[in-house]
């Protein structure tokens, strides 16, 4: 069972930057992907950004350029560096753990992260 820990997130002005990391621990394996989702009041859950074990990223088209993602294998750990933010980043941002090859999917609890106008 992968447990994933979550930091980071919170409250800043438009314009602004936050980092958020997690950190995965209790796979049996050593390729995976992780990334970032976020779900903002009213709307679907949304894809923010990924990256895989061997260091492919993707990024949703609302965040390219402003934020960018990165990890360390050794620990395990995923970091979203967002610059830039906009109100409309506003939303609780989940950390996803996809274990290859079982396939199976892990979520974080979630952090709240507020960009105010």
């Known amino acids: 069972q992968v447990q994933l820990m979550e930091s980071g997130g919170g409250l800043v002005q438009a314009g602004g930057s936050l980092r958020l990391s997690c950190t995965a621990s209790?796979?049996?394996?050593?390729?995976?992907?992780m990334g970032w989702y976020r779900q903002a009041p009213g709307k679907q859950r949304e894809l923010v950004a990924t990256?895989?074990?061997?260091?492919?990223?993707n990024y949703a088209d609302s965040v390219k350029g402003r934020f960018t993602i990165s990890r360390d294998n050794a620990k395990n750990t995923v970091n979203l560096q967002m610059n830039s933010l906009k109100p409309e980043d506003t939303a609780v941002y989940y950390c996803n753990y996809l274990e290859r090859p079982t396939m199976r999917n892990y979520w974080g609890q979630g952090t709240q992260v507020t960009v105010s106008s």
């Open positions: 990256i895989t074990s061997g260091g492919s990223t």
């Open positions: 209790g796979s049996r394996f050593s390729f995976n992907a």
